[in-house]
């Protein structure tokens, strides 16, 4: 790996999400695992990407896919072991990839040994204070002690059978952790050092505004327990973003600094994202957060504009660098999303009525295409997740008997949940599964039109998602430097539809966000990517509707010399 810059390197990098039970599987048991991670390598670096972001792959009945961890430093045996973690860390960073793993402080799974020791000790007892048990309100303790709802659906309390109940802020699988335990803290410290020492190079840190909760009696009720984040975003919530996480990362920090090169780490805070939630991302703490907003946005120019200056603002405000992200494991697919009206719930759209969203597959498309050059030309730390590059849109088609998410029961089959982003990678489209499994039965079904996106097809066309997506990060590389910072383009240069702005090097982007009117570029602008495989140069110095273009003004060659 390149040793410049080898702490700040995530500050321009792109990292790429890897689902491992969808990506690829290598032993033919119909889910993916480390072997076909490593037999995939090369196709990461192909595709030029900086890290490997791993979601979990710790022993877990999967009640919450592998969100429920029952052991934080081993590997479930459908994944593989631990030397093959090794082997899979040592040839990511052969091949100059750096690898982050997924951490879950919040809760454990119910099958943890450190909960099932607690729900059979007494109440009082150190092996229950590692959780938050509290007995239920009324007479006999039949209510719920207080009104949280768990994010999934549901009271957030499930009762013991005893008069007490626990705490699960996702499933009832899922028990919360007591932070204000330092046993469990230490515990924390202990695991990051585990995974350290096993030559991780970071950590996404899930749910990283949880953790603290206010347990001071009596237990407040939330205003609106609905809401997974805090409605004021000042602290007072009882369950979310409370002052008392910031010490945990700054304890975190200073273990992850001691290593050389240090250990990034990024947290996921479903909070309002102002000022307040990037103190996460300040230098002693976890130094990065993602910001959400872009990914729950509709396709529309003043709010993404707002957004990308928000964002800016507030990373460079906390010593950090944005994080871009348009897609994960938890939405429905970019490439759906995007074709959605504005004003429509992004993460709940995907209901078991199946009201017809309002989809146009076409627009969707040449939306996501476009997305793809904006997120890819903004300086920052942009993540794709895992088939994104391929333009695979959310799978509706997924049968109740299919789904496996917890949402789709505890919703009371309202939301059929995240399986539809979630279906195994299209990898081949003569082999059985796409070339997914041999098996021929992935633990989620691939719809037929899957063939359409398969890698083997896409990398024979020219225009293809995968090879813009390929072009993009090449290019990235070479004209976006770390510390860049995008400057707007002065309006009358792209008028009420386009977003365009310019890095150091001189590249300027343009993204036209109007469905019905092209935008002018610059009369000496030389064009290097376009979003829309059909039109090969901007005729006319024409960006069409939902389009992206990279160009320079002046020739490419007179950049090239002042570049070397
Ligand atoms: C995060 C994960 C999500 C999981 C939840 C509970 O939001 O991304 O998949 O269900 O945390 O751990």
């Given at each position: 790996?390149?040793?410049?810059?080898?702490?700040d390197?995530?500050?321009?990098a792109?990292?790429y999400?890897?689902?491992?039970?969808?990506f690829?599987?290598?032993?033919?048991?119909?889910?993916?695992d480390?072997?076909?991670?490593?037999?995939?390598?090369?196709?990461?670096?192909?595709?030029?990407?900086?890290?490997?972001?791993?979601?979990?792959?710790?022993p877990s009945?999967?009640?919450?896919?592998?969100?429920?961890?029952?052991?934080?430093?081993g590997?479930?045996?459908r994944f593989?072991?631990?030397?093959?973690?090794?082997?899979?860390?040592a040839?990511?960073?052969?091949?100059?990839?750096?690898?982050?793993?997924?951490i879950?402080?919040?809760?454990?799974?119910?099958?943890?040994?450190?909960?099932?020791?607690a729900?059979?000790?007494a109440p009082?007892?150190?092996?229950?204070?590692?959780?938050i048990?509290?007995v239920?309100r009324?007479?006999?303790?039949?209510?719920?002690?207080?009104?949280?709802?768990?994010?999934?659906?549901?009271?957030?309390?499930?009762?013991?059978?005893?008069?007490?109940?626990?705490?699960?802020?996702?499933?009832?699988?899922?028990?919360?952790?007591?932070?204000?335990?330092?046993?469990?803290?230490q515990?924390?410290?202990?695991?990051l050092?585990?995974w350290?020492?096993?030559?991780?190079?970071?950590?996404r840190?899930?749910?990283?505004?949880g953790?603290?909760?206010?347990?001071?009696?009596?237990l407040?009720?939330?205003?609106?327990?609905?809401?997974?984040?805090?409605?004021?975003?000042?602290?007072?919530?009882?369950?979310?973003?409370?002052?008392?996480?910031h010490?945990?990362?700054?304890?975190?920090?200073?273990?992850?600094?001691?290593?050389s090169?240090?250990?990034?780490?990024?947290g996921e805070?479903?909070?309002?994202?102002?000022?307040?939630?990037?103190?996460?991302?300040?230098?002693?703490?976890?130094?990065?957060?993602?910001?959400?907003?872009?990914?729950?946005?509709?396709?529309?120019?003043?709010?993404?504009?707002?957004?990308?200056?928000?964002?800016s603002?507030?990373?460079?405000?906390?010593?950090?660098?944005?994080?871009?992200?348009?897609?994960?494991?938890?939405?429905?697919?970019l490439a759906?999303?995007?074709?959605?009206?504005?004003?429509?719930?992004?993460?709940?759209w995907?209901?078991?009525?199946?009201?017809?969203?309002?989809?146009?597959?076409?627009?969707?498309?040449?939306?996501?295409?476009?997305?793809?050059?904006l997120?890819?030309?903004?300086?920052?730390?942009a993540?794709?997740?895992?088939?994104?590059?391929?333009?695979?849109?959310e799978?509706?088609?997924l049968?109740?008997?299919?789904?496996?998410?917890?949402?789709?029961?505890?919703?009371?089959?309202?939301?059929?949940?995240?399986?539809?982003?979630?279906?195994p990678?299209?990898?081949?489209s003569?082999?059985?599964?796409?070339?997914?499994?041999?098996?021929g039965?992935?633990?989620?079904p691939?719809?037929?039109?899957?063939a359409?996106y398969?890698?083997?097809n896409?990398?024979?066309?020219?225009?293809?998602?995968?090879?813009l997506?390929r072009?993009?990060?090449?290019?990235r590389?070479?004209?976006?430097?770390?510390?860049?910072?995008?400057?707007?383009?002065?309006?009358?240069?792209?008028?009420?539809?386009?977003?365009?702005?310019?890095?150091?090097s001189?590249?300027?982007?343009?993204?036209?966000?109007?469905?019905?009117?092209?935008?002018r570029?610059?009369?000496?602008?030389?064009?290097?990517?376009?979003?829309?495989?059909?039109?090969?140069d901007?005729?006319?110095?024409q960006?069409?509707?939902?389009?992206?273009?990279?160009?320079?003004?002046?020739?490419?060659?007179?950049?090239?010399?002042?570049?070397?």
């Amino acid at each position: 790996m390149a040793e410049d810059n080898a702490d700040d390197w995530w500050r321009n990098a792109v990292v790429y999400e890897v689902y491992p039970r969808s990506f690829n599987d290598a032993n033919g048991d119909g889910e993916g695992d480390f072997r076909g991670i490593i037999d995939k390598l090369d196709y990461l670096h192909d595709l030029g990407v900086d890290a490997l972001w791993l979601t979990p792959f710790y022993p877990s009945p999967l009640a919450d896919g592998g969100y429920d961890v029952a052991d934080y430093c081993g590997v479930d045996p459908r994944f593989g072991t631990l030397q093959q973690f090794a082997n899979l860390v040592a040839g990511a960073h052969e091949r100059g990839i750096r690898v982050i793993i997924d951490i879950v402080p919040n809760h454990t799974s119910d099958k943890h040994p450190w909960f099932t020791k607690a729900l059979h000790s007494a109440p009082g007892s150190k092996e229950r204070n590692r959780y938050i048990f509290h007995v239920g309100r009324g007479e006999h303790g039949e209510q719920p002690p207080t009104n949280w709802l768990s994010n999934f659906g549901g009271s957030a309390w499930e009762p013991c059978g005893d008069g007490w109940y626990y705490l699960h802020s996702f499933a009832k699988e899922q028990p919360d952790l007591n932070w204000d335990n330092p046993q469990v803290r230490q515990d924390f410290l202990d695991i990051l050092r585990f995974w350290c020492e096993r030559g991780v190079d970071g950590f996404r840190i899930d749910v990283s505004h949880g953790l603290v909760k206010d347990l001071k009696e009596p237990l407040r009720d939330r205003p609106d327990p609905t809401l997974m984040s805090p409605q004021a975003a000042d602290g007072s919530d009882p369950v979310w973003d409370r002052d008392g996480v910031h010490e945990v990362y700054r304890q975190w920090r200073e273990l992850l600094d001691r290593y050389s090169p240090v250990k990034y780490a990024v947290g996921e805070s479903w909070t309002p994202f102002t000022p307040r939630v990037y103190q996460y991302a300040r230098q002693d703490e976890l130094g990065s957060i993602f910001d959400f907003s872009l990914q729950k946005a509709a396709w529309d120019r003043d709010d993404y504009r707002k957004i990308i200056e928000r964002t800016s603002e507030c990373a460079t405000a906390a010593g950090s660098a944005p994080v871009w992200v348009l897609g994960n494991h938890d939405v429905p697919r970019l490439a759906s999303r995007i074709g959605l009206p504005k004003g429509t719930d992004v993460e709940h759209w995907v209901t078991s009525n199946g009201t017809d969203p309002g989809i146009d597959p076409a627009q969707a498309e040449r939306r996501a295409r476009a997305d793809a050059l904006l997120m890819l030309g903004l300086p920052g730390t942009a993540f794709i997740y895992q088939g994104d590059e391929l333009g695979l849109p959310e799978d509706l088609d997924l049968q109740p008997a299919d789904l496996q998410d917890p949402i789709w029961e505890r919703s009371g089959h309202r939301f059929k949940g995240r399986d539809g982003c979630r279906v195994p990678l299209p990898w081949n489209s003569d082999s059985v599964s796409f070339g997914f499994s041999q098996s021929g039965h992935p633990w989620l079904p691939q719809p037929a039109w899957y063939a359409r996106y398969a890698v083997s097809n896409q990398e024979r066309l020219p225009g293809s998602m995968l090879n813009l997506y390929r072009a993009a990060i090449a290019a990235r590389r070479r004209w976006i430097r770390p510390g860049d910072e995008a400057e707007w383009l002065a309006d009358g240069e792209y008028a009420e539809y386009g977003l365009g702005w310019r890095v150091s090097s001189g590249l300027e982007v343009l993204v036209n966000f109007s469905s019905d009117h092209a935008i002018r570029l610059p009369e000496n602008a030389t064009v290097m990517l376009n979003s829309r495989p059909e039109i090969t140069d901007c005729a006319n110095n024409q960006v069409p509707p939902e389009t992206a273009v990279w160009y320079f003004r002046g020739t490419l060659a007179s950049r090239s010399k002042e570049n070397r």
